[in-house]
């Protein structure tokens, strides 16, 4: 067991902010940026440390305190820590796991501006994440190259507006939550006077790790623009679902956004119908559809969280039998070039499952 005092932690965590100040941007900037804290907090044994500062090397840590606070104690194997602690098994270089896996490097026509599929464009509108998830695809992505300047959004802007055949822009990241509301808003009321565009979705994981981000800062620019709004939220365990979260994604709907999921599946994570099943019926309680479940993204330092097709497959069909088929997300996977999201093949539906 690391045995530094937790007295330690908890000094650290009040200092930054870290816990329940109420304020995001505290609870942000005060987040676990150390595998040694880390452990340390969750009462780790100590042969845990030297892999979470060899994974750290290559990605580094970041944990809110709002998101530790759902994590066993002693518990290695806890599901939500299992997404964001390093181990050594990071380092492996793995044939196949790449740092650009989504070829996206090929889709860039303008800085933070991403064109893949005809209709829709993802803006890049933050390279700061309140989470770093291992097994993030974007893990090895450029930011420092693609977080613009107001004058290259402008050009951005002028883009969108030369092309009537894109009715959708997807604000992503990083975490476009971590910007601020001044900016989002900002750039939210420009999107809005471009009278082609119909939808602005978001794509953001914050809501989950600190739902104090669901502010009235947030709400105003959300609520104000006439856009359709749909926020896709990251969601991939139960426990991850807490009621601040409940009450944030209500926040949400108030504001008229339209709640999705999507998740990964996850080695050691929801690799279980069980836990695919809790997670479906908890994100609905809380006003969320699951949407898609996505195969892992062979990106480098995540080899260790793949379930092979086959066994997603089987998975999901057993899945299928247990839920109605509103709460069934798609299983899919991204393949680099392809214009839409490419559905695994699934065998015809089990009787009984509507
Ligand atoms: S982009 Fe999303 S998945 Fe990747 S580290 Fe940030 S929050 Fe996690």
Redesign the pocket.
């Known amino acids: 067991m690391i045995t530094r005092s937790v007295n330690r932690v908890q000094t650290v965590a009040s200092d930054q902010g870290g816990e329940h100040s109420g304020d995001w941007r505290r609870q942000l900037a005060g987040a676990i940026r150390d595998p040694e804290v880390l452990c340390e907090a969750l009462g780790l044994d100590a042969a845990w440390l030297p892999g979470a500062q060899a994974g750290h090397r290559l990605f580094k840590i970041r944990v809110p305190h709002a998101y530790l606070a759902r994590m066993r104690r002693g518990d290695p194997f806890d599901p939500l820590l299992r997404q964001v602690l390093p181990i050594d098994r990071e380092t492996d270089a793995v044939e196949g796991f790449v740092s650009d896996p989504l070829e996206e490097a090929e889709h860039r026509p303008l800085p933070g501006l991403i064109h893949k599929y005809a209709n829709r464009v993802l803006l890049i509108v933050s390279g700061a994440?309140?989470?770093?998830?291992r097994?993030?695809?974007?893990?090895h992505f450029p930011y420092a190259d693609n977080t613009p300047s107001r004058r290259e959004w402008e050009a951005v802007l002028d883009y969108l507006r030369s092309r009537p055949e894109i009715n959708e822009v997807i604000l992503?990241?990083?975490?476009p939550l971590a910007s601020s509301d001044e900016r989002l808003g900002w750039l939210v009321e420009r999107l809005g006077g471009i009278a082609h565009l119909q939808r602005l979705r978001i794509?953001?994981?914050?809501p989950v790790?600190i739902p104090d981000r669901v502010d009235p800062g947030l709400l105003g620019w959300l609520a104000a623009s006439r856009l359709q709004k749909v926020v896709v939220l990251?969601v991939n365990h139960a426990n991850e679902i807490d009621p601040a979260v409940r009450h944030a994604c209500a926040r949400l709907r108030e504001a008229g956004a339209t709640l999705l999921n999507q998740s990964?599946l996850l080695r050691g994570v929801n690799d279980d119908v069980d836990t695919l099943a809790e997670l479906s019926e908890t994100l609905f309680a809380a006003g969320v559809l699951p949407y898609y479940l996505h195969v892992l993204d062979p990106v480098a330092g995540a080899a260790h969280f793949d379930v092979p097709d086959g066994e997603a497959v089987e998975l999901v069909e057993r899945l299928r039998a247990r839920l109605a088929g509103f709460l069934m997300p798609r299983l899919v996977r991204e393949v680099p070039g392809e214009r839409s999201k490419t559905p695994l093949p699934q065998r015809s539906a089990q009787p009984g499952s509507s």
């Open positions: 994440c309140a989470v770093n998830c097994y993030c695809f974007r893990r992503s990241g990083g975490d794509h953001t994981r914050l790790v990251h990964v």
